[in-house]
């Protein structure tokens, strides 16, 4: 059985632990009831938590993109400790990391949008909305605590004397007795407090802080509002759970989807680009997975690439098409190669399709002056006609002198081996956005010619209407013609609950335009989701028309927009790749969604795959 006091009280909010690269150093006298006050910049793996502006517990940085710590902060009024639901907190969570004293400006705040319950013991691992790069994460134990060992226990929770204290503080805690998933421990003169719940349990090894265990449960002797005199507590251990934590932050996280006829079959398969976070090493990781269409489903995903580490996620942007001409599609990355002496470095890799598989990445092209990624927005499509797809960057060009908006097209078009080098296709006159633009591609008006569509957002009207506007840039064979606004919003249409692709939904020979629509969550609590279609008539984009509507649950955040000719009969179908939850180990749930056309209609969504890649 767990060791546990003879009443559980709930540490909610423990100690957030800064954690240190150095020794476990304490300084000065002890002024909180768990111990001293740290030295700035101590510690500073540790994290505060703040669930939803009503609770505050403790974490510790166990990877570029993890914190650890216990799911019983995020646990509903009356529900167990342990497992907290997978996915999302169930109220906005910030974690504030390396900020010992959390009235300065030191370290991060970042979102936390995903949670890894443990079902075992009180234990989550949450995932953070974005790397912390610059903080060294702590080293996880390997060997578990015995009686007598002492412990260093951190946090930012509650004091003798203050409710919100405003300082990481410390104390050494004695192990007295473990078990194989818990450690109880206790300090005279000293106590675990609110506040502290998650934060780390810390041991010294060869100078250096290693996670022992995170705190679960407290008497709370001593902390303020506190009538207890028992001052033991119950950590949750986690030396044995290295390969379950490797695990997690090796999990596919984010994902891009695309399609395209990979083996060349007459049927467009999706292919899906997948964030795996770091490796052990600090590298990133990422994968490639197609799942290749049968005419009437899709086969489980067949993993095509994969690296263990040297090609970052965050930094690649996909795209598809037959870039050689062999008949084949093939897969773009566009990259962001950081900084040079010559300003903001940019590359292309392509990854061509075998047809049963795809070559490593080859870089075919590299920015020789400065190109910055960050204000490139990726499309692909044939845009001379010749037989070989090209790829377009719609590009922040800044802003002029008189305050306007200036955005620029420029075109890689691509040859037999690679991309030419980019030609800048159209650059604004007046004043255009980029901020404001969502881009996709088609021949919408039938010539052979891809064009490129701009979906873009043109604020709110003087009744409080949103207003949307789609822009058609028509292929001239050399460049592109000024944008001519195909279609404006006469009643609200919301730019931001807009995921934008395009495709011959209506097997005319012409592309058009659809859009997966939010609706947000209804009174039920069910997500509810649009899917518009822009009908093209040759020379213009049709109002949209709502093909369909989700009657159950279906949430637009969780999905992946992508269109292509799934089962051949010459009609562009929808595809989504649709985050679908989380396994009880912690695996990433996926489910593979179609729409397919009817010609005159879209049929509503079928499952075709559900799983996790591996």
């Not at 650890?68 to 907190?89: E, H, I, K, R």
């Not at 039938?446 to 064009?451: F, L, N």
Request: contains cysteine; charged residues 20%; aromatic residues 10%.
């Amino acid at each position: 059985m767990p060791v546990r006091p003879p009443r559980r009280v709930q540490a909610t909010a423990l100690l957030a632990a800064t954690a240190a690269v150095g020794a476990l150093t304490i300084v000065t006298p002890a002024q909180a009831v768990v111990g001293d006050t740290v030295a700035d910049n101590t510690y500073t793996f540790t994290a505060k938590i703040d669930v939803g502006g009503e609770r505050a517990c403790t974490g510790t940085l166990v990877d570029a993109q993890w914190v650890l710590t216990a799911s019983s902060c995020f646990a509903a009024d009356g529900q167990p400790a342990f497992p907290v639901p997978g996915g999302a907190p169930a109220k906005k969570t910030m974690a504030t990391i390396g900020r010992t004293d959390l009235t300065g400006t030191a370290g991060k705040v970042v979102e936390i949008t995903e949670l890894v319950s443990r079902t075992d013991r009180d234990l989550v691992m949450a995932k953070l909305a974005e790397p912390v790069t610059d903080i060294a994460p702590v080293v996880l134990a390997t060997n578990g605590p015995v009686a007598g060992e002492t412990l260093q226990a951190v946090g930012y929770g509650r004091t003798a004397n203050s409710w919100v204290p405003d300082r990481l503080h410390a104390g050494a805690f004695t192990v007295s007795q473990a078990d194989t998933t818990t450690v109880a421990v206790t300090r005279d003169g000293g106590s675990i407090c609110k506040g502290d719940a998650g934060g780390p349990a810390l041991r010294e090894k060869d100078g250096k802080a290693e996670l022992v265990a995170v705190h679960s449960t407290s008497w709370q002797a001593g902390c303020l509002g506190s009538d207890e005199t028992r001052n033991g507590a119950v950590e949750t251990r986690l030396d044995d759970l290295g390969e379950w934590i490797r695990q997690i932050r090796a999990l596919p996280q984010e994902s891009q989807v695309t399609s395209g006829d990979f083996n060349a079959d007459g049927k467009e398969d999706v292919a899906a680009f997948y964030d795996n976070g770091t490796s052990t090493e600090g590298k990133n990781r990422s994968s490639l997975f197609a799942f290749y269409s049968t005419g009437t489903g899709f086969g489980a995903p067949k993993r095509v690439w994969s690296t263990p580490g040297g090609f970052t996620y965050s930094s690649s942007k996909l795209a598809s098409g037959d870039f050689n001409g062999d008949g084949k599609d093939d897969v773009a990355v566009f990259y962001d190669g950081g900084t040079s002496d010559t300003g903001r470095v940019s590359s292309l890799y392509t990854f061509t399709s075998t047809g049963t598989g795809f070559s490593n990445p080859k870089k075919t092209w590299i920015s020789s002056g400065s190109f910055n990624w960050d204000a490139s927005k990726v499309t692909s499509g044939d845009y001379n006609g010749d037989g070989k797809d090209d790829v377009a960057v719609l590009y922040n060009a800044g802003k002029s002198a008189d305050g306007k908006f200036i955005t620029s097209l420029y075109t890689f078009n691509g040859n037999s081996t690679g991309f030419d080098n980019p030609r800048k296709t159209w650059t604004s006159s007046g004043s255009f956005n980029w901020d404001a633009s969502k881009v996709t591609s088609g021949d919408y008006n039938g010539d052979g010619k891809d064009d490129v569509a701009v979906l873009y957002n043109a604020g709110t009207s003087t009744d409080g209407k949103l207003i949307t506007s789609l822009f058609t840039f028509a292929s001239n064979g050399t460049g592109f013609d000024e944008p001519r606004k195909t279609w404006t919003s006469s009643g609200s249409f919301n730019w931001n609950a807009s995921k934008v692709t395009s495709g011959d939904y209506s097997g005319d020979g012409k592309d058009d335009v659809a859009v997966l629509y939010d609706r947000g969550v209804g009174a039920d609590g069910k997500f509810g989701t649009s899917l518009f279609t822009f009908t093209s008539t040759g020379t213009d984009l049709a109002a949209p028309r709502e093909v369909w509507t989700s009657t159950g649950s279906f949430n637009w955040n969780a999905s992946g927009l992508t269109s292509g000719d799934y089962n051949k009969d010459g009609k562009h179908d929808i595809g989504v790749l649709y985050r679908a939850g989380t396994t009880a180990d912690g695996r990433r749930i996926d489910s593979l969604f179609t729409f397919t056309s009817t010609g005159t209609d879209i049929k509503a969504p079928v499952k075709h795959w559900t799983g996790s890649v591996i």
